[in-house]
């Protein structure tokens, strides 16, 4: 494996997290550069299977070489048909590290930073139809705003919208420069980091279709853990932390939990960590994509 595809991000914590059982079958869906995976054999005996999926064809490069280990290269909204594929019903833990690994993030021509002059691109799955650019191009207005507004909380969303659809009728908004060009009155000045940092935040999100991802990933997870299996899940923002947290704690996303006849809570997990785990002072120093992980654990009832 390449040193620099990835530092994963609170290690010791995610693996006491899924409380491993050396026979046990695990799932890392957030395979990446295989750092979590390769501390999850090291837990494993003989018995013991690790399932890893990544739906980025640049992760297949760090595949381990493990007869208990086996890739998936397919998007973990699609968890339990490849589990049953590869013939597990049920499964004693799953990790999620969510995101875009740093190797994604520092290749130019993924166009997932803005710190390169590159193509409007953000597909995770390089296979994937849709690219940030046909976002930007084709959307309505009234959807981009929205998207601006709820994925990015941009705070000027509505009159960035409308810069975009009012610029691409001029020239199509293929790279960062010619976004800027079409929305430059709007960026605000001293800020543009963040600004930009929440535009693109925004757009990934729309083009990965994280959320709904998320939302059914999470759902699919009650289905196939063991009673007493632990689900992992390290989000880095909020967006993602929200369906987390009310779905380890309530069994849904929106609302309150729902209870049965005689009042008992009807959930799906018991949530280990009542606050998030965050990285300790040395993990920061360290590894500055530490900064905004939050891990929650769930324990399936
Ligand atoms: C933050 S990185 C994981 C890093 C990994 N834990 C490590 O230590 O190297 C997230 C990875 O998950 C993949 N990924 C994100 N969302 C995915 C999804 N919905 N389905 C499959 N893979 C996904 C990305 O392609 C990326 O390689």
Do not use: W
Not at 58 to 68: G, S, V
Not at 116 to 143: C, H, I, P
Not at 217 to 239: C, I, W
């Amino acid at each position: 494996m390449e040193n620099n595809y990835h530092v994963p991000v609170l290690l010791k914590e995610c693996i006491d997290g899924l409380a491993i059982k050396p026979n046990g079958v695990y799932v890392d869906v957030t395979f990446g550069g295989g750092g979590h995976s390769r501390e999850i054999l090291k837990h494993l005996g003989a018995a013991g299977v690790l399932i890893a999926f990544d739906q980025d064809p640049d992760a297949q490069r760090n595949k381990i070489d493990d007869p208990r280990f086996h890739f998936v290269d397919q998007n973990f909204a699609f968890l339990k048909n490849n589990l049953r594929l590869l013939g597990y019903k049920e499964v004693d833990g799953i990790l999620a590290d969510l995101g875009v690994s740093s190797h994604q993030f520092n290749e130019p021509e993924r166009g997932f930073s803005t710190r390169f002059e590159s193509a409007l691109d953000m597909r995770m799955d390089k296979q994937g139809k849709l690219t940030a650019a046909e976002v930007l191009n084709t959307y309505t207005e009234d959807k981009l705003h929205k998207i601006f507004g709820i994925y990015g909380e941009v705070k000027n969303a509505k009159s960035l919208a409308k810069a975009v659809v009012t610029g691409r009728v001029e020239q199509p908004i293929e790279t960062l420069a010619d976004f800027k060009k079409a929305v430059a009155v709007h960026i605000p000045k001293g800020k543009e980091n963040k600004y930009m940092a929440q535009v693109f935040q925004a757009l990934r999100i729309e083009v990965n279709a994280e959320i709904d991802v998320l939302e059914s990933f999470l759902t699919q997870t009650a289905e196939v853990l063991k009673n007493g299996g632990r689900l992992v899940v390290m989000s880095y923002h909020s967006l993602e932390d929200r369906p987390v947290k009310s779905f380890l704690a309530k069994g849904k996303f929106r609302g309150e939990v729902e209870k049965d006849f005689y009042g008992n809570e009807q959930k799906p997990f018991k949530v280990i960590t009542r606050k998030a785990v965050m990285a300790d002072a040395d993990e920061l120093e360290r590894n500055s994509r530490s900064r905004s992980a939050k891990l929650r654990i769930g324990e399936k009832l």
